[in-house]
């Protein structure tokens, strides 16, 4: 079991030299919730953890698969597309354009980069896609989004054609309002090789637009082998979200992917208008991550969890998954740390693809010496500067019965002009008797 650090809890630290360390990282931490709520939006002033965490255990003792450190959770059949999102290797995404005749007031496509200039212009998706196959890439999935990608029909039918050529056996699937897709479409598409078609079913969009759109959904599995919805829980609309779920499995799709809601930095004034919050805290690893989605939307994951179990009661035939914002992070964690060369005081973790270490301090730091020097581990290294002594998470357990402070650290791997770098993101705090290695690294 770890502790985050926190200002509320800083004062039990017993340990002068952890404390003034923690210090540093509590302030950091306040920074990140300023820049946070300049953002546009509050935080939530609770934590709602408690609830959450109670939610998950009923869903472990259901059977419910938990992945990728508690971040993804599904029931039933998940696509080998989400499977391989986790780590982002072997998996590609395109685009032509970012126009879309849809204005979601939640979108985050306004993040992209270059999304002015795709709102008209288009890019050259075959080019790409060689471009892709001539580098000598291993790709298993490839996915054509938008904007939505179904204002250009022939090019859509055309990018998945060049994968099945370029990249045979790859995995292909399209996201998609569906409001273009009729029968001549589909069988384009199917005779194109796609595999797997997302569908954006817009719970706040009412009944008679959300019936046109399971009608649609009703339609592609005629002709799409996996069909899919994709949806972002919007907190508030749990009771139209049952209703959606079960008319989803009444047509026989294949799966629903429950998306974490998020506010994308902009259109500040519809989301406060609905009393939306930020989740607090919005990440477990504060970091700049690469995804465009945004910041997490306080009350989505909870309701996202009811959802679940809501079909676990319900014994639905069609996989439920839930990814979360920070399930959309995990490939890029993956890929700037998994080829990291580690001192031997680190470790990568293969539950989140953050990399750790322990340290212990001052008084703690000369007990801790002791014990390993008396065990025959040598593997630590001491700072004199900050007072700690640094070692390899997995010896924290040999530290039991000394009484001691310990800090859990997490770190990524940076390029900079001086080469890769460790950049320290977070202190944790545990004690040699609650340290769990199989959950807390």
């Not at 509590?26 to 109670?54: C, H, K, M, N, W």
């Not at 056996?169 to 897709?181: I, N």
């Not at 014990?371 to 700690?388: L, N, R, S």
């Amino acid at each position: 079991m770890t502790e985050n650090v926190t200002r509320e809890n800083l004062h039990r630290l017993r340990n002068p030299r952890l404390r003034a360390y923690a210090e540093r990282y509590a302030a950091i931490y306040e920074e990140f919730e300023e820049a946070v709520q300049q953002a546009g939006l509050p935080l939530e002033p609770t934590d709602r953890s408690a609830e959450a965490d109670a939610l998950r255990a009923e869903l472990r003792a259901g059977g419910t698969s938990f992945r990728n450190a508690g971040h993804s959770i599904h029931l039933g059949p998940i696509s080998p597309a989400c499977e391989a999102c986790r780590k982002g290797v072997g998996t590609a995404t395109f685009f032509a354009s970012l126009k879309c005749h849809r204005r979601c007031f939640y979108c985050f496509n306004p993040n992209q980069q270059g999304y002015d200039f795709f709102q008209g212009h288009r890019r050259d998706l075959a080019a790409e896609l060689t471009e892709l196959a001539e580098s000598g890439c291993q790709v298993g999935h490839l996915a054509l989004t938008g904007g939505e990608p179904l204002l250009f029909p022939e090019e859509a039918a055309g990018f998945f054609q060049t994968a099945r050529r370029l990249f045979p056996g790859v995995h292909t699937r399209l996201y998609t309002s569906g409001d273009h897709l009729n029968e001549a479409l589909l069988r384009q598409l199917a005779d194109a090789g796609l595999d797997e078609v997302r569908i954006s079913v817009r719970v706040d969009d009412g009944a008679a637009g959300r019936r046109h759109t399971y009608d649609r959904i009703a339609l592609a599995r005629e002709y799409i082998p996996a069909v899919m919805v994709e949806t972002p829980v919007l907190p508030g609309t749990l009771d139209v979200m049952e209703e959606m779920l079960l008319e989803l499995d009444r047509i026989g799709i294949f799966g629903v992917n429950l998306l974490e809601f998020c506010f994308p930095f902009h259109n500040a004034g519809a989301f406060r208008e609905r009393g939306y919050q930020i989740k607090n805290p919005p990440y477990e690893v504060p970091y700049d991550y690469w995804y465009a989605g945004g910041l997490p939307v306080a009350g989505s994951e909870l309701d996202a969890l009811r959802l679940l179990r809501f079909a676990l009661d319900r014994g639905l035939s069609m996989g439920v998954h839930y990814c979360s914002l920070e399930n959309k992070h995990s490939g890029q964690i993956y890929q700037q740390n998994a080829d990291a060369v580690l001192p031997e005081t680190a470790c990568f973790s293969e539950r989140d693809f953050f990399i750790r270490s322990a340290k212990v301090f001052g008084r703690d730091a000369i007990r801790a010496r002791k014990q390993f020097d008396a065990i025959g581990y040598g593997g630590y290294t001491a700072d004199p500067v900050h007072g700690f002594l640094e070692f390899h998470p997995a010896r924290i357990p040999d530290l039991r019965g000394l009484d001691v402070e310990v800090a859990l650290c997490t770190y990524v791997q940076e390029e900079r002009a001086e080469g890769r770098v460790l950049r320290e993101l977070k202190v944790a705090l545990t004690t040699p008797e609650s340290f769990d290695p199989d959950t807390d690294i």
